[in-house]
């Protein structure tokens, strides 16, 4: 069997009226928008993992890693 490692980036950003939403650039047709982080968190592997079978791959996530990427300007 010959398996791989795959990263997947995901996006986050609060939805203007409530919410957040979630997507990625490296996995096509991932895009999801729920209530708070809580649910979208709960949501997302298995999204991820439809996704991924959709396209002949079984999955199992072995790593979650949260990244903080912020901009900052001078005061």
Same mark, same amino acid.
Request: aromatic share 6%; proline share 3%.
């Given at each position: 069997?010959n398996?791989? !490692?795959r990263?997947?980036?995901?996006?986050?950003?609060?939805? $203007?009226?409530?919410?957040?939403?979630?997507?990625?650039?490296?996995l096509a047709? %991932?895009?999801?928008?729920?209530?708070?982080?809580?649910v !979208? /968190?709960?949501? %997302?592997? %298995?999204?991820?993992?439809? !996704? !991924?079978?959709?396209?002949? /791959?079984?999955?199992? &996530?072995?790593r979650?890693?949260?990244? /903080?990427?912020? $901009?900052?300007?001078? &005061?």
């Amino acid at each position: 069997m010959n398996q791989q !490692l795959r990263t997947v980036t995901i996006r986050i950003a609060n939805v $203007e009226g409530g919410g957040v939403r979630a997507w990625s650039d490296d996995l096509a047709g %991932l895009a999801l928008t729920c209530p708070n982080h809580e649910v !979208l /968190f709960t949501e %997302l592997p %298995l999204k991820i993992a439809t !996704l !991924l079978q959709q396209q002949g /791959f079984r999955s199992k &996530i072995v790593r979650e890693i949260h990244q /903080f990427v912020v $901009e900052v300007t001078a &005061i």
